[in-house]
């Protein structure tokens, strides 16, 4: 079956330590995404790639690195620069026409700072 | 800046009542419209879209769009508990590229 696959599902951070989220989707979409849901809000935007080996800073970028070496996967970094990491990251794609037919989520990776 | 407003709610309505959720946007270009259904701790999974004026229906669900008065609705008949969640209203800006835009979404109750 086609679909997107995060993980971990839960991820623990240390204090001053990167981690990395993993995105990998066999639908054959070319764009993908990386949001951050904080509890009673809505979606915000971190990254997105149209393209492989292209992306784009979302509306939160600071603090989070992404790469786009393959297709299929979409790996997003979060650096010790990110002060308040704590949240749930849903990674999504979607059809190169930017979303024409929505977007398909992954199951989410909650993180939590320790 | 380009903005998707909705209602947080909660949303109460009784079971086998017609729950109605609302969305209004800014981007008068915008193409596309989704709905999303989010149960708590999980991730949005698309319920409808619609992309012409009018209603569109798809079983319990209709979409309602108004481009003119620039609101999209949803409408749930028959609710049933199971349908307690969050509803993220999206929308597409205008561009080939343009990404979509989430409301901060609606939280239904359904009361047995």
């Known amino acids: 079956d086609g679909g997107i696959t995060q993980s971990p599902k839960y991820l623990f951070r240390k204090e001053g330590q990167n981690v990395t989220l993993s995105c990998e989707q066999n639908?054959?979409?070319?764009?993908m995404y990386w949001y951050r849901q904080d509890p009673g809000q809505g979606l915000r935007l971190i990254y997105y790639?149209?393209?492989?080996?292209?992306?784009q800073k979302g509306d939160i970028a600071e603090g989070y690195s992404v790469s786009r070496e393959k297709k299929e996967s979409f790996p997003l970094t979060v650096t010790s620069a990110q002060k308040n990491p704590t949240a749930f990251y849903l990674c999504?794609?979607?059809?190169?026409?930017?979303?024409?037919?929505?977007?398909?989520f992954g199951s989410g990776t909650r993180l939590t700072v320790v | 800046q380009k903005e998707v407003e909705q209602n947080s709610g909660p949303l109460s309505v009784p079971e086998g009542a017609i729950a109605s959720l609302n969305c209004t946007y800014s981007?008068?270009?915008?193409?596309?419209f989704f709905w999303y259904r989010q149960y708590s701790g999980k991730s949005p999974e698309l319920i409808m879209f619609?992309?012409?004026?009018g209603d569109k229906e798809d079983g319990r669900f209709t979409a309602q769009l108004n481009k003119a008065s620039q609101y999209v609705s949803l409408l749930i008949r028959d609710s049933q508990p199971s349908d307690s969640a969050t509803y993220l209203c999206?929308?597409?800006?205008?561009?080939?590229?343009?990404?979509?835009?989430f409301g901060k979404g609606t939280k239904l109750s359904v009361k047995p």
């Open positions: 999504a794609s979607s059809t190169r026409q930017g979303g024409d037919y929505g977007y398909t």
């Open positions: 639908l054959n979409h070319d764009a």
């Open positions: 790639s149209q393209i492989v080996n292209d992306f």
């Open positions: 981007d008068r270009g915008s193409q596309s």
């Open positions: 619609i992309y012409s004026n």
């Open positions: 999206a929308v597409k800006g205008g561009g080939s590229q343009g990404n979509l835009i």
